[in-house]
């Protein structure tokens, strides 16, 4: 296991910024995850600090010791692919012990680690089989197993569950959970979705256009946004923001409550909604409106409990209330947060 430090790390392609300054500290042992949306350099920054892309400036550091020039081998590193990238004609155990092979570990030694890999993410019983012959699932735990088998000081992920179903993704989360509580390796994983980072991470870093934008954990990223993009990157549907007094408010569509349906705290912040639509989703709805008119009007989404949707109609106004506590307030013009606490 080690730490990682990265200090003001940049990474140019011609005029194109795929990194541009980029800090952070991942002390042992952590799961970090790296969430953007596609372009916004995550990848390029993982693959900078297995040594796959050289950047431009800035310093690397792996336990305390300084990687920029060590090649991808020197680093004790293990990543996970997208692809999995495993080997057709090799079988799986030999797809996991191809690691060891090439540092040419001792015959018992392989025998010893393979096993233990295998039971580790249950695939003991598909040791004999090529990647044609397994599911979606089961080729993204060899490719775990693959990367675990070195004992790895840092194990990077890039997009691991992009090629997987919805329900294969919702497992293999809880085995990523599982994994990194029994061996405590330093992971940076990289996804482009906010339910696998606020799910795995034990930190989160949101980032765009090559700049890390927040870090934090995924109880801050989601309550406490440092600015507008990450106040509307987190949250499906997004933070509503409101132009309020020359500077932008904000709150969460969950966060909205239906006047007229109990009582109403005394701090509070009203809305005149517009309805123009309503969206049921079994547990939940989704109330579409305008608030105010003409050049002033502004979109808004409302999640409502679904028993509370038959209280609302399209082509009528419903007042709904935020409690101020849940209130986040912005710059307008630099969509910094404004909030102290």
């Given at each position: 296991m080690a730490s990682l430090s990265i200090r003001d790390l940049c990474t140019y392609y011609g005029r194109v910024k795929a990194v541009d300054g980029v800090s952070l500290e991942v002390p042992d042992g952590e799961f970090l995850v790296l969430l953007g949306s596609s372009g916004s350099g995550k990848s390029t920054l993982m693959r900078s600090v297995a040594g796959l892309e050289q950047p431009s400036s800035g310093e690397i550091y792996i336990d305390g010791k300084l990687a920029n020039a060590l090649p991808p081998k020197a680093r004790n590193i293990s990543m996970v692919f997208q692809s999995y990238a495993l080997y057709p004609h090799k079988t799986v155990a030999k797809n996991i012990s191809f690691p060891l092979e090439a540092l040419k570990t001792p015959t018992d030694q392989i025998k010893?680690?393979?096993?233990?890999?295998?039971?580790?993410?249950?695939?003991?019983?598909?040791?004999?089989?090529?990647?044609?012959?397994?599911?979606?699932?089961?080729?993204?735990?060899?490719?775990?197993?693959?990367?675990?088998?070195?004992?790895?000081?840092?194990?990077?992920?890039?997009?691991?569950?992009?090629?997987?179903?919805?329900?294969?993704r919702h497992s293999a989360r809880r085995e990523f959970k599982r994994l990194h509580k029994e061996t405590g390796i330093t992971t940076i994983y990289v996804t482009h979705d906010q339910v696998e980072a606020m799910g795995l991470g034990q930190r989160v870093a949101v980032m765009s256009y090559g700049k890390l934008q927040q870090i934090g954990t995924p109880h801050e990223i989601y309550h406490k946004p440092s600015n507008t993009f990450v106040a509307q990157f987190m949250g499906s549907p997004p933070m509503n923001l409101l132009p309020e007094g020359g500077d932008l408010i904000g709150f969460h569509p969950e966060h909205c409550e239906l006047e007229g349906d109990g009582p109403v705290p005394d701090n509070a912040y009203h809305l005149q909604v517009q309805v123009e639509q309503v969206e049921e989703l079994g547990s939940d709805a989704l109330v579409y409106g305008v608030i105010g008119t003409g050049d002033a009007a502004t979109n808004v989404i409302i999640k409502v409990p679904e028993r509370k949707a038959h209280m609302i109609e399209a082509g009528r106004t419903a007042t709904f209330y935020v409690p101020w506590s849940l209130i986040r307030r912005f710059d307008a013009q630099t969509g910094i947060s404004k909030d102290q606490d």
């Open positions: 010893t680690k393979v096993a233990w890999a295998a039971d580790l993410f249950g695939i003991g019983h598909l040791l004999a089989r090529k990647p044609r012959e397994l599911s979606g699932g089961e080729r993204q735990r060899v490719a775990l197993a693959r990367a675990m088998v070195r004992s790895p000081s840092l194990f990077l992920m890039d997009e691991p569950l992009s090629n997987l179903d919805a329900k294969l």
